[in-house]
């Protein structure tokens, strides 16, 4: 299945993530900090990287910029619990794939989402 990057300074949010899309039987690695996460993208290939927007070192739209910089075509997805207009449209303008609120349903969401990505990857 896909190797799968997840960044959030919560290791409880990244054991949750990690456990979801283990049970779908994709590799994951997790990251509780930017500098780390920096470090696995410019040294290895993922196919779906998801970060936190907001963490104590790095945005993820730092990593965001970091990764296209790289040349990382990863579909790179960013979530928060706290969305703004100025960070969604800043998202879309450095190409995330999408922009994904921490909700109640959040993991579901987010699962389905990296399947739709995974999909249009195969069809390029």
Do not use: W
């Not at 999408?98 to 249009?120: D, M, N, P, Q």
């Amino acid at each position: 299945m896909a190797r799968l990057l997840i960044i959030d300074h919560e290791e409880a949010l990244c054991l949750i993530l990690e456990t979801a899309f283990g049970k779908s039987g994709h590799t994951v690695e997790t990251v509780t900090s930017g500098e780390a996460a920096k470090k696995k993208i410019a040294s290895q290939a993922y196919d779906v990287i998801i970060s936190e927007i907001r963490m104590p070192d790095v945005t993820g739209l730092e990593l965001l910029e970091f990764a296209r910089a790289t040349k990382s075509r990863a579909p790179f997805i960013l979530m928060t619990a706290v969305p703004t207009m100025s960070t969604a449209i800043e998202a879309v303008n450095l190409g995330a794939y999408r922009y994904v609120i921490k909700t109640e349903s959040f993991v579901e969401e987010l699962c389905a989402i990296v399947e739709g990505a995974l999909k249009e990857q195969a069809l390029r």
